[in-house]
Every structure is written in structure tokens, then in C-alpha cells.
């Protein structure tokens, strides 16, 4: 029950060419961008006058040893200031760079007045005891000590970090909370890729914005983009060479339908394309991350996000809820000063499990409730984390058949262990799989390590504060 795979999963509508351009080999060199770029004046209006990234961690010696402090602070946002939560004071909070086979060691500590956790949404890493688990609770003014080991074969790629306790996730992420993490080993001070980190948010008296039931049933879209925190800001690239840029997803709800530039996808979540793929449309799912190269244009040339349809809960019975419209992520501006430098790593090509023996096929379906109050289900319940919905196998292959019967698009993440798509073009492997209203879609998992507990989920993340998430165990 494949279904017609949707036109949507497939980053290529306007596809321009799947060819191998030689580009995401070892050894490739481009443009890198420097970090520190000069202020670069855009017309239009409230653009920010010039890009700016999060402060960068990084491993040594195998380790990355850090605190992340969560409290609400002001900050300057989308050219405007406003109190938000923040990592460490920042949004986003800073970019943690690792390299496979570390050990990341956080601190967390909560200074909100609700309790929170953290997940390293993509990571290939056990989700047990004190790693990327998703049960843990840290109530206000405490702190947990988070210790999560990269496998040595664990694969290169833009991740990204957030809470994920389940009732507070859409609320906190919102409001500020997420930041990217990035694998590789490279090193970074000779030139470094462009995290580009893009949310929404609205704000209302120089805050967080709070949002109506119908905005949640819908996934709340906040009324304005941002991009490391500002609105529509310049990034300068040297003209006619090549840039890369790390692209996150971290919008609470938000489709990122990205398009008015050819772009090389190298890859997206964790898993590589090989040879990459020129599109000039790239639709992002929230909580999807994309390694994309660019070249410089000779003119100013914006990087936009379009409205995107992802159906809604129907018969307008629900109540008014934003509308979204189209957004300039960045403005790429021509910059003959940017110093070119070698910064596109080897891929690590996912395994293909197109040929794998299938140990067990299972069937998951997103459905809504309207009894006591819209609620949103997998398998016709809402999570329950005392309840194991599903039990797996150390070892074992098994194929998903993920069926939305409801009229809204709901993209479905698993935690730990990467999905490859069945009818996917060549090797396609994520951790967000979009499954469009009234489609289905087969993805095989290689449950190939990490005994232990954690769950999926819608990533409208709404959706999955209103019940849309189930347990896995694996044995
Ligand atoms: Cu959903």
C-alpha cells in the first residue's frame, strides 16, 4: 500500500536536471563564506542590515563539554526586540559542531517556569537513560546531565537540537528554543558553511505571542520568518563561485516551500544524496534540514519561502487561523570581497536497505478525534508514555506503511533511526518523512542498535503536543 508517493516528498518538482555535476565529491572546493561578514545594506524595508550566526561549540579531543541555560530574555529579533526563551541567551542557541565517534556532554539547565528536556532530533544515538531521551523531565530551576555518544560511523550532516517534553514542545519551541548541530570533521576556521537556522514566531507586546486552540489544531504559524533570528537578512557570497549553506527547519508548524534559485542538494536530515541533485524548488517539512550549495549571483537574489498547502482541519467549523504568505529567507548579495575556501566534506552515503530481507511490515495511521476536544492520533490513540505501542528487534529490517486518512499533511519523524524511502529516488534516507493529506507513505528502517525506548511523531509539533506520537521499544 505504497499509494502514489507524493508529488511533495519528492524535492524535485521543477526539477531542473538529477545529474551528477561532479559536485559533493572529496576534494571539491568552494566558496566558503567567512564568518564575520561586513554590514551590507538590502533595500526593503525591514530587512536586517547584515547576517549573523550563532555562536559555534565545538568538540576536541572527542568531546564536547557544554551548559545549555534556558530562561526566557530579551533579545533582538526580526529587527525588533522582544523576551523570548533562549539557550544561552541567544536565538537560536549556539550551533554545536561534532565530529562522529564524540561524546556530547550538556548541562541543561532549566530556568523556565515550566519543565522542558532536550532531543538532538536526527542524531543516530541511544535514546536510553540520560542520552537523547525523550522521557526525561526537568522541572523549573533544575538541571540533568545529558551524555549522548556519536557512533563512529555515525553519518556527516545538519542535525538540530530542541525540547521535546510532551505537552510543552510547540509552546517552548516557539518561543525560541532550538538550535543546529552539525557533523563532520572538518575544521572550521578556515572557512566554514553557512548554518542557516529559519523559525516563526509572532509577537504581541514585545513577547511571545500566545496562540488560540484553532491555531494549535491547525500547527500555529508564526507571522513572521526568521533566519538566525532576523528577518530576511543579506548573506554575501562571492559571485560565480559556490557557498554552502546548512539549512534547519525549526519552524513550530511551518512548511518551508523554498524556491527562485537553483540549489545542488547534497543531502537532507542525515541522509546523503549521491551524486547531489539540482532542483529549483526545495520543500522542507518542519524539523527537515537540507545541505545545499549555491552560487553566487551576480545581482541580489532572494532565497524565498512560498505559502505552502497543507490542508487544514476542515469545513471552517475551527475558527480563523493565519494565514501564511510568502517569505524572503535571505537575500544572497554579491560580495567579490568573500574569501573562497575549501568547505564541502565527503558525503557518507546512507545504507540502502532497497534490497534488504524484511523481518516484520507494520502499517501506521494518522487519524483526528473529534470527541472531548480535537485530538490527534496514531493507530486511534493519543501517546501515552507508560504505553508501548510497538516492539522491535535489535538487528531487524522493517517496512512502514505510514497511511493519513486525515485532511491536514502531518510529517512523521522517528527518532534514532534514520527512514529510507521505499519509492524514493536512488537512496533517499530521513528523519522526517511528509505524509501528505490522504496519501501513504513506505519507508524501511534498520533497527540496527540502541536497545531501549523513544517514540515518533507528527512534527507539526501541535500535532504532537495534541496526542499524534507513539512508543517504540527496541530488544
Ligand atoms: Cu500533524
Known sequence: MTGPISRRQAIGLGLLGVGSLGLGIAGVTSAGFRSGVSATNVPGGAAAASWAEPAVLASSDGVLTCELAVAERPVDVGGGSARMLTYNGTVPGPTLHLRPGDTLRVRLVNGLETPTNLHTHGLVVSADGNGDNPFVSIGPGESFDYEISLPDDHPHGVFWYHPHLHGFVADQVFGGLYGAIVVDEEDWSE????????????LSR???AAVSDAERRQG????????NGLASPPLPVPPGLTGRLLLVNACTSRYLDLGGLAMTVRGLDSGA????????RLVLAPGSRADVLLEGPAHPTPLVARAYERGGVGMGMMGAVAQESDATILTLVPDAAIAPSAVVPPQRPPHDLRDAGIDRART??????????MRFLIDGVAFDPGRVDHTVDVGSVEEWTLVNVTMMDHPFHLHTWPMQLVDGEGVDTRDVVDVPAGESVTVRIAFDRFPGRTVYHCHVLDHEDLGMMGVVQSR
Open 206 to 208: 514585545g513577547a511571545v
Open 364 to 373: 501506521l495511521t494518522f487519524t483526528m478525534s473529534m470527541g472531548g476536544g
Open 220 to 227: 500555529r504559524v508564526g507571522e513572521m520568518v526568521i533566519t
Open 273 to 280: 544524496f549521491v551524486p547531489p541533485r539540482v532542483v529549483d
Open 191 to 202: 572557512g566554514a558553511p553557512r548554518v542557516v537556522v529559519v523559525s516563526d514566531v509572532t
